[in-house]
């Protein structure tokens, strides 16, 4: 017969003790509860994104935020009480980055594909804004194509609304400083 024995009574350290012994420098006991969560990160991400590969970026950059809590964290409640909102805000965000890339990218084929005329000049568009970094390419999406508000940008990217407008004009400069992207911009 099999005796189920309680995960206090095993072998295996508890999740207090691995955060103790994470909070000290231990590596070991990292990996240990990385061990332990991964694929319940990985199926909770799952969820949320429909995308297996989100779910990869979703539990990488998971665990990059819980290995930023040491030293000091504290584990007041079970870990998955902890990683749940991390897990759900992080795939939410990813999940909605991917489809606006999507849509921008259905767009713009629709537009080139009704004006063959403006295919180079959207093109050229097109490639400046994906060479641009992450934080400025995303609050221009969010400006120009979702029409947001700087506000709505500042509370959707959970930025002040100041490093909002900075991205706004750095990017816009960015963006002028192309030749191929004069038509756009009256100067």
């Known amino acids: 017969m099999l005796a189920i024995v309680p995960a206090h009574q095993s072998d295996q350290p508890t999740d207090q003790q691995l955060v103790a012994a994470a909070n000290r420098g231990d590596r070991a006991a990292f990996e240990a509860l990385y061990e332990r969560y991964r694929d319940w990160v990985v199926g909770l991400a799952q969820r949320f994104t429909h995308d297996r590969e989100l779910a990869l970026d979703v539990l990488q950059e998971t665990f990059l935020y819980l ?89 959707a990217m959970q930025i002040p609304l100041g490093t909002v407008k900075s991205r706004l004009h750095h990017g816009l400069n960015m963006l002028r400083q192309d030749a191929r992207l004069k038509r756009f911009f009256i100067d």
Do not use: W
């Not at 040491?70 to 991917?98: C, D, I, N, S, W």
């Not at 641009?132 to 508000?149: A, N, T």
């Open 67 to 155: 290995l930023r809590q040491f030293p000091g964290f504290e584990l007041t409640a079970q870990l998955k009480t902890f990683l749940y909102p991390v897990v759900r805000h992080t795939a939410l965000a990813m999940a909605r980055k991917a489809r606006r890339s999507t849509k921008l990218d259905s767009e713009l084929m629709a537009e080139l594909c009704a004006n063959p005329a403006s295919r180079t000049d959207l093109t050229h568009l097109y490639d400046a804004v994906q060479a641009l970094d992450d934080g400025h390419r995303e609050v221009l999406i969010l400006r120009f194509v979702d029409d947001l508000s700087l506000q709505e940008i500042a509370v």
